[in-house]
């Protein structure tokens, strides 16, 4: 499943697994999809999606989160199993207050409950799932990281 190596500190690590790193890529893309079109469009394409009365600004602090976090995941698509460690602890703790935050409005207000809300949702609760799996395989890794 991968070869041994030894890091600067002396200890063996497994390298990071192609499954992983194709996870980032396609992480990456899922945010370009949604980010682009909610910065450039902003109220635009919520109101396509039958969203109606959103602040722009918002919006596009939303879409900057998307954005950053994604490019992030494709410019950390080679580093190190440490790195990874790391890139994975902020999409576990963006990912997991995402979907709080989502459902906390399903709960307060009907106005929420519609199509693109609950597929937000999901996609964030799935890569939250997924996110926290590869954070608990690395550490089994041998990472050294806990």
Not at 83 to 89: G, I, K
Request: some cysteine; glycine content about 10%.
């Amino acid at each position: 499943m991968g070869e041994w190596k030894t890091t600067q500190q002396g200890r063996a690590e497994r390298g990071v697994p192609p499954a992983l790193r194709t996870a980032f890529i396609v992480h990456f893309a899922v945010d370009m999809i949604v980010g682009i079109p909610l910065l450039v469009f902003s109220t635009g394409a919520l109101d396509w999606l039958g969203w109606v009365g959103s602040d722009p600004l918002f919006v596009r602090l939303f879409a900057a989160a998307l954005l950053a976090i994604g490019l992030e995941s494709f410019l950390g698509r080679d580093a190190t199993v440490g790195v990874y460690t790391h890139m994975l602890n902020l999409k576990i703790a963006w990912s997991l207050w995402a979907w709080v935050a989502i459902l906390v409005s399903l709960v307060q207000s009907s106005d929420y409950r519609s199509i693109p809300v609950w597929t937000g949702l999901f996609i964030f609760l799935g890569f939250h799932i997924l996110w926290v799996y590869w954070r608990i395989a690395l550490c089994d890794r041998g990472s050294g990281e806990a």
